[in-house]
């Protein structure tokens, strides 16, 4: 099949056609289009308040962090009833979907993305792969990407590419996602082990 016009339309398709062969057999985890994942977070002692920015990732497999329901300018963490700090999601103020902490994901482009927009997206990757250090993060490009794209996306694992929409392309994807979910997800307990990605 070949490919639409728009990004959205690209990856909402691609979206459809991965989900359901995903290897996700945890009830806790969860795959999802334009989730919020943390990329920069400060605090603020004098109000004893944790800010958290948030960046919407096009695919993301994660774990909810904060759910949807919950008011994103009244999150508090507690011990004994009493709150130890205070949570502000920023740019975020209406929470349409859960905040996730990410294990892969994936950064969708049409190949006439500009120079400045591959800049952005590698700069933010860097920086929730700084919260994140075991997430897997890939720019997919849909088409076939020049020289100069590889230059760019130095905040990106991988960078792929596909030419079309068809079943060999899909089921390409569905691996990538698979296996870096096995490394991102399988390597939570290990981030601070030296040889990191691999487990002991």
Known sequence: MELFKKEKENRDYLFDKVKNGLEIEWKDIFIGIEIPVPYKHIYIPVRNSLEIWCFKQDICIYKKLFDKSVDPKRISLNSNEKIIINVTIEKNASMEKDVG????????????????????????????????????????????????????????????????????????????????????????????????????
């Open 101 to 200: 902490m990410p294990f892969v994901i994936v950064e969708t482009k049409m190949i006439s993305v500009k120079t400045e927009d591959i800049l952005a997206v590698s700069e933010k990757t860097k920086m929730i792969k700084s919260i994140f250090p075991y997430c897997k993060a890939f720019l997919l490009i849909f088409g076939i990407p020049n020289s100069r794209v590889f230059r760019l996306c130095s905040g990106f694992d991988e960078l792929l590419f596909i030419p079309d929409l068809g079943k060999k392309s899909c089921e390409h994807i569905t691996k990538k996602l698979n296996d870096g979910f096995s490394i991102g997800y399988g390597s939570v307990p290990f981030t601070a082990s030296y040889n990191y990605p691999y487990k002991p």
